[in-house]
């Protein structure tokens, strides 16, 4: 897996130049060419619902033996997969979901399929049992799970030892240098248990780019246009703060938003979503950046460990 990921929530997103699939060829393209192996993709993802899976699996077209694809169940498809009943962790549900997903994704099989969110209706061996059959008929390689807290981590890789099971191999949750809450219960029990580490948001919606300033109309464009109560409430402190860190290094704030990501214990890939061949490059090589044992304590003092 490479250290730098594609986050694919772009793909068919209106309004953006990977919307068509032109555009999301260009991106996928230029991701393999820079050492990007890794796709993470959820069925919900895209306009209609399924569409980035879609765009994905055509852009990959003759070249899906050089990926790895994640994908995700369990939000709601608004009735694509059939009715739910609100149980998208059920076995009923997950053997339709996967279906539909290796169909939009024009491959036998897919790589890491994961839980999208904990499903309270469903129990969770039940949940691990169908992704276990799905790995046993070869349409899953490995399984993985998004957004649980560390309990519910531990909770699942005891279950899935206990009952024989294939045990998750991933977790996919917030983490950035703004977002470290992680660091709490979430990394030591992928620690303990043996997961990789998915952050998502790692660039905290672009505020970790560079090129927001506060108190500054954000660039035409860009991601955060209109959205000025998130600009108001950025803790612009820490970014001014992260800002001289870097100027003072001589690399860019997406060089040590992502080079940090990829040196802390458990990180397995750092998913940066991308909308050209440019920014995915980017994302590729800013991975290059390490942190000395200095600027790991520098950054602490900055953005303390443990907080949000």
Known sequence: MSAVGLGCNNLGRPGTTTESLAGTREVVNAALESGVTFFDVADVYGAPRGRSEDLLGQALTGVREHAVIATKFGMDMQGTNGPDFGARGSRRYITRAVESSLRRLNTDWIDVYQLHRPDPSTPLEETLSAADDLVRSGKVRYVGHCNLAGWQIADAAWTART????????????????????????????????????????????????????????PAGSRLVGRDRLLADAPWDRIDALRAFARERGITMLELAIGWLAHQPTVASVMAGATSAEQIKSNAEASRWTPTAEDLQEIDRICPPGRR
């Open 163 to 218: 009952a024989n099971l294939t045990a998750p191999v991933s977790a996919q949750n917030h983490y950035s240098l703004l977002e470290r809450e992680a660091e709490r219960d979430v990394i030591p029990a992928c620690g303990r248990f043996g997961l990789g580490l998915l952050p998502y948001f790692p660039l905290a919606n672009g505020l970790l780019t560079g090129k927001y300033q506060r108190e500054t109309e954000p």
